[in-house]
């Protein structure tokens, strides 16, 4: 859950989702200013360094690396941030190196950037209480885990220890608790889903990643069941054409199975590329809610 940000956006001469243009060495240029800056340049002062228009320079950026400025600068301060605490900074200082100028931004900041606060992020989510539960359905082994926030964790596979094992190292400090009855209620809930999709999942979800990955994961929310799109179009749905690599990363690093379902994006020719948890599930999901389009036809 806490993996390094693949899918965060990054400057044209490291992405190969960025077509070369006459513009690129300039906003590449812009994204290591952006990188080196202690506090996020306003687009004015970009523009002024570039030599362009504020809103000259906002479209050639969006062009070149699918976001703007100010996303571009909030995903390399989060990226900071994690890599910091990850390599046991102080708070203080894991703060102030990625460019946040007080801790009252940080602390605001921090449910959407960390899922929790920084200093249980940095202890590995030491005195956070998961709830989880294992299970079985069509798709084989099933581990649910929450927060009190909500659905923190949907992961499938064929070995319960394997699910298990991963939310341990996702969360090393955490503090894991068998489901108690109102929580295997939840996972009765997702198992249900799964074999009925057409059922809806109706429960809070704690989710946890980039201002671009979640970006991507609220588009993959909004698919209706039985519709698949292709990762162009995804991308083109998020705003960001260019990025389709980057959109695909962001679809692989969900950690909530069915529930964000990124199983419903396919390869532009309609065939199924890589999936977090097989393509035979992928294919397993795809064919079930097919069936439950056609039943309520």
Not at 151 to 173: E, H, K, N, V, Y
Request: glycine share 8%.
């Amino acid at each position: 859950m806490h993996a390094a940000d693949p899918s965060a956006p990054s400057a044209p001469s490291s992405s190969p989702d960025c077509d070369p243009s006459p513009h690129a060495a300039l906003v590449t240029r812009l994204c290591r200013h952006i990188e080196a800056a202690s506090a996020a340049p306003s687009l004015a002062q970009l523009a002024e360094l570039a030599g362009l228009s504020p809103t000259h320079l906002l479209r050639v950026f969006k062009a070149a690396t699918g976001v703007t400025p100010k996303a571009y600068a909030v995903a390399h301060r989060a990226r900071r941030l994690r890599e910091g605490l990850r390599q046991g900074e102080r708070v203080t200082d894991a703060m102030y190196d990625a460019g946040f100028g007080a801790s009252s931004r940080l602390y605001e900041a921090a449910p959407a950037l960390l899922g929790m606060t920084p200093s249980r992020f940095r202890a590995g989510g030491a005195h956070e209480r998961i709830h989880f539960a294992l299970g079985r359905c069509t798709l084989g082994e099933l581990l649910v885990a929450g927060t009190e926030r909500g659905l923190c964790a949907i992961l499938l596979g064929d070995d319960p220890d394997d699910l298990l094992r991963s939310l341990q190292d996702a969360f090393p400090r955490a503090e894991l608790i068998g489901g108690d009855a109102p929580f295997e209620q939840w996972v009765a809930q997702v198992v249900g889903f799964v074999d009925a999709p057409q059922l809806g999942l109706n429960l809070p979800l704690d989710i946890r990643g980039t201002a671009f990955q979640q970006r991507v994961w609220q588009a993959l929310r909004e698919i209706p069941i039985g519709k698949r799109v292709s990762y162009a179009e995804l991308a083109q749905h998020v705003g960001m054409p260019k990025a389709v690599r980057a959109v695909a990363s962001a679809c692989a690093a969900n950690t909530l199975a069915v529930a964000i379902p990124c199983h419903r994006v396919v390869r532009t020719d309609g065939s199924l590329s890589g999936y977090r948890w097989g393509v035979a599930r992928k294919q397993a999901l795809l064919t079930l809610e097919a069936d439950a389009q056609t039943k309520n036809a």
